[in-house]
């Protein structure tokens, strides 16, 4: 095997374990980040359609808890739970879970200011006209804020693809960990720069198609 078919086997390999990575810590970040954002949102003693100052107290202690926390001691701190849902505390696998729960408060803050941004008027008129609290929350707040969502949603991928690199330096596979064992600690340059322009061109595509899915729904409102 020649050494350009080394580096894009190497490459190849490590760009579809970065994105397995990614997408399915966006999907499992979404599901827990979604309803908490909500939450945070509706719950808001200032603006909330339902507020309860309480509720809305603890759940911002607990994000802002979250979100202090560095992503490499966060990642270590969790290879107990890695190690009990996969099995294993390296590796793409166990590296989801340690990014999953990394990127739930951020997507959260995204949720809520997306859904805060909707015009006042809209909802009141929503409320006027009979509808519950989880109509408003379905067919006004989440309709009206989708082009925030959809920009909110492609700068927490932007930050999971840095994330994952991280999760590299212990284990967690993906680019991060090539740039890393090869153009590193086994001084190949030319490895290294590979791994860093495929980063960069996945950032820049996610950028792309998320500004042109978010502008599309801004021209359909």
């Known amino acids: 095997m020649s050494d350009i078919q080394m580096i ?35 719950t808001d003693p200032a603006v909330g359609i339902m507020p309860k100052p309480v509720l809305n107290q603890i759940l911002t202690r607990i994000v802002n808890v979250l979100r202090s926390f560095p992503f490499i001691i966060l990642m270590i701190l969790l290879f107990p739970l890695s190690r009990i849902i996969v099995g294993t505390s390296i590796g793409t696998g166990a590296a989801i879970v340690p990014l999953s729960i990394a990127a739930v408060p951020f997507v959260a803050r995204v949720i809520e200011t997306a859904l805060k941004e909707v015009n006042p008027e809209v909802v009141q008129a929503a409320r006027a006209m009979g509808s519950t609290n ?88």
């Open 8 to 42: 894009v086997s190497l490459v190849g390999a490590a760009t579809v374990q970065t994105i397995v990575m990614v997408f399915f810590s966006m999907v499992f970040s979404l599901i827990l980040g979604l309803p908490l954002g909500i939450l945070l949102c509706v």
């Open 134 to 221: 989880m109509q408003i929350i379905i067919k006004v707040l989440l309709p009206e804020s989708m082009p925030s969502l959809v920009a909110g949603i492609t700068l927490t991928v932007i930050n999971l693809i840095g994330y994952s690199a991280m999760a590299g330096a212990i284990g967690g596979g993906g680019l991060g960990d090539l740039a890393i064992r090869y153009g590193y600690q086994r001084f190949r340059t030319d490895i290294m720069i590979v791994a860093v322009i495929v980063i960069l061109v996945m950032v820049e595509a996610i950028q792309i198609i998320g500004t042109k899915i978010s502008t599309d729904f801004m021209n359909h409102r």
